[in-house]
């Protein structure tokens, strides 16, 4: 059998293929692609920015997917619940080894042998694409029965990844200000659970009109334009969160220069976090100084843990009739439209884009 992929060859040479569909291995999972979510780390990986790649490779880490065979042995998803054909399910895309110190003494991600991707010409996880093959290990979790598949694939990996982040750098508490850099879906995902957390403030930062009317949705109460320059968006961070400056920052602009100036806005006693440069390679100048002084935590995270994607899953479906998660779907692509997704991506003119194989 086969079936279309949208493949990276090389940096800006993307290719539509016809690749094998492999049958599961024990414990793993095969599944027609529902919806694969397009990712800012695409765009990135897509122009060559974020490093050298094991190219030729199927594109999409964010994909809700239709079981179609499930591998001997195979029964439950990796919560426990009992699975069938036809059962849709959402995974966590990094291929651990379950055999080093990181997954079973440090229990972080990513361990020293994650395969992010395989060569296209294998079975593949890449979710631009009509299936996914999931090999075994690597965890996928079924969706609830009144689960919008929009919803979820609303933020995709956006809100794991923000889940992650203040996993590791400590979580918004009650009355908090916080500010966020981006309102792209990482920055969109802080703001949701920023907000659910009732925090009492919530600033953020972005030059996409469409994005910064998405954020009040989610939950912040104040937006404020790249056109506004730097000096000007620290009086209006500060008159809003008060003289002590905001508790929180989060980073998820993905963007140099975002750094210096979160360092600059994050108030006395209060945490940076770094979430949105990963694939923006480079350095910033800041003044150590200024971490000592407002006595500064900084902290970065990346590369969410499979429970991350439990609780995404489920924090989307508990929410998705309060909060208008599918709207944030805003453009659907064919996997042979994949370029012209990422290019949308890039532009900052679209909230989510997804790949919809039912798209011609």
């Known amino acids: ?81 009992e699975l069938k054909a036809g059962d849709l399910v959402y995974w966590s895309p990094i291929a651990l080894c379950h055999r080093c110190y990181s997954c079973n003494v440090l229990d972080e991600t990513p361990c020293e042998n994650t395969r992010f991707f395989e060569d296209a010409s294998k079975p593949n996880w890449g979710s631009y694409a009509d299936y996914a093959w999931l090999p075994n290990g690597m965890p996928f979790y079924r969706l609830p029965d ?30 908090e200000t916080v500010v966020v850099q981006g309102a792209g879906p990482v920055g969109l995902s802080a703001i949701l659970i920023a907000a659910q957390a009732g925090a009492r403030e919530i600033v953020v930062i972005d030059g996409s009109p469409i994005r910064l009317e998405a954020a009040r949705t989610l939950g912040a109460t104040v937006a404020i334009g790249l056109d506004v320059l730097p000096d000007e968006r620290r009086r209006m961070v500060y008159d809003c969160v008060g003289r002590n400056g905001p508790n929180v920052v989060v980073e998820a602009a993905g963007v140099l220069r975002a750094f210096p100036e979160g360092v600059d806005l994050t108030g006395n006693h209060g945490r940076y976090i770094i979430l949105g440069l990963w694939g923006a390679i480079g350095t910033q100048p800041i003044s150590p100084r200024d971490l000592t002084i407002k006595n500064l935590t900084i902290g970065g995270a990346t590369f969410p843990k499979p429970k991350h994607y439990y609780q995404a899953l489920h924090l989307a479906v508990a929410l998705q009739d309060r909060l208008p998660l599918r709207a944030l779907v805003s453009h659907r692509f064919g996997v042979a439209g994949a370029g012209e997704a990422l290019a949308l991506t890039k532009s900052g003119k679209t909230i989510k884009a997804v790949i919809d194989p039912t798209v011609s």
């Open 1 to 81: 059998m086969l079936g279309r992929a949208s493949v990276l060859v090389k940096p800006n040479q993307l290719e539509t293929w016809d690749v094998e569909i492999a049958d599961p291995e024990p414990g793993g999972a095969l599944v027609s692609i529902v919806l694969g979510g397009v990712c800012g780390s695409d765009v990135h990986i897509l122009t060559g920015e974020a490093g050298e790649m094991p190219f030729p490779i199927i594109l999409g880490h964010e994909g809700i997917g239709r079981i179609e065979k499930l591998g001997a042995g195979g029964t439950t998803d990796y919560a426990g619940e």
């Open 146 to 175: 009144n689960a919008q598949p929009e919803a979820v694939a609303a933020l995709g990996c956006a809100l794991p990844t923000a889940l992650r982040g203040f996993d590791r750098c400590g979580p918004i508490r009650l009355g």
